[in-house]
């Protein structure tokens, strides 16, 4: 058996994406969460992820498009609302400030992790993956390093050859954008030693479906030692549909890893949910399915 990460995404953007994470941290379905603190609502989302630190790895979901920044930003979000991915891209490439920007939200974002849950966070990755984009990750690679002095702090890597992602099938076109995108930050963290996982999985088209567990079973097998499945479950209520475009997929997720052939899954694929040391997470069997 091989140990595998199993990440929930946005935690803290909305009720109803908090509530079925919180459902499967309580079951044992997922290893590891992935914080959206720059949000008015992080504060009470926080209160009740807290009880469950110990469970999981708990890691920041650095957050510089489509929502609100925390605090001002007046190069990325001169109206209140962070820029879609493609302009903060281009943003990101043709004015320092923006960079200064990226900076500081990411700075302001940690400080409120750490003030809400009382702790530095496991790891740190991107909401839209921007924590690769160049003028962004050295800043990550150089917090990371900075924060990771006492215990290792993981950053996600989009990282996974070329042949594994063929292999797979499915959303390979997205998977192979994203791996490409990565390469920057992965090749910079072997440099600066800071940790990332060793391989990356979950690059879907989102569709809502019964094709839901067809993916994430491709996603289970692979290469590497510590491989990294992102995921998306929870549950659609108004605040979600009025903060993003990602809805229904989030409960068909919710519902595949509640079910028992989610279990069944990870066995076949010889791998057992693990945080990023390797300590195993304990999926237990029964949980209500969603819905």
């Not at 935690?11 to 290893?31: C, N, T």
């Not at 469950?52 to 990325?76: F, K, M, N, S, V």
């Not at 920007?101 to 809400?116: G, M, T, Y």
């Not at 076109?173 to 440099?191: E, N, P, S, T, Y």
Request: proline share 8%; glycine share 10%; aromatic share 6%.
């Amino acid at each position: 058996m091989r140990p595998l990460v199993l990440c929930a995404d946005d935690y803290g953007l909305a009720p109803g994406v908090d509530e079925g994470i919180l459902e499967l941290v309580e079951a044992g379905r997922l290893s590891a969460v992935s914080c959206m603190t720059g949000l008015a609502r992080w504060s009470a989302a926080a209160s009740r992820l807290r009880p469950r630190l110990d469970r999981i790895d708990t890691g920041l979901h650095l957050t510089l498009t489509d929502q609100e920044p925390l605090g001002e930003a007046p190069r990325l979000a001169p109206e209140g609302r962070l820029p879609p991915l493609p302009r903060l891209a281009r943003l990101l490439r043709f004015h320092h400030a923006a960079r200064a920007e990226a900076a500081e939200q990411l700075e302001r974002q940690l400080q409120a992790f750490e003030a809400a849950l009382g702790r530095p966070p496991d790891f740190i990755d991107g909401h839209q993956h921007v924590h690769v984009l160049p003028g962004v990750c050295e800043a990550v690679l150089a917090t990371a390093a900075r924060i990771g002095r006492d215990r290792p702090v993981y950053v996600r890597s989009l990282y996974e050859p070329l042949g594994a992602i063929l292999r797979r099938g499915g959303a390979w076109r997205k998977a192979l954008v994203l791996a490409l995108a990565g390469r920057g930050l992965h090749r910079q963290a072997a440099r600066a030693g800071v940790f990332t996982n060793d391989s990356f999985r979950g690059a879907t088209t989102f569709a809502p479906g019964p094709g839901c567990r067809d993916e994430f079973h491709r996603f289970f097998w692979g290469p590497g030692e510590r491989p990294l499945v992102m995921c998306h479950p929870g549950r659609v209520d108004r605040e979600l549909e009025a903060r993003d475009p990602l809805t229904r997929r989030r409960e068909d997720e919710l519902r595949y890893l509640a079910s028992a052939g989610f279990l069944e899954d990870l066995a076949r694929a010889g791998v057992y949910l693990a945080r990023f040391d390797g300590t195993p997470v304990g999926a237990r069997v029964a949980i209500s399915t969603p819905s």
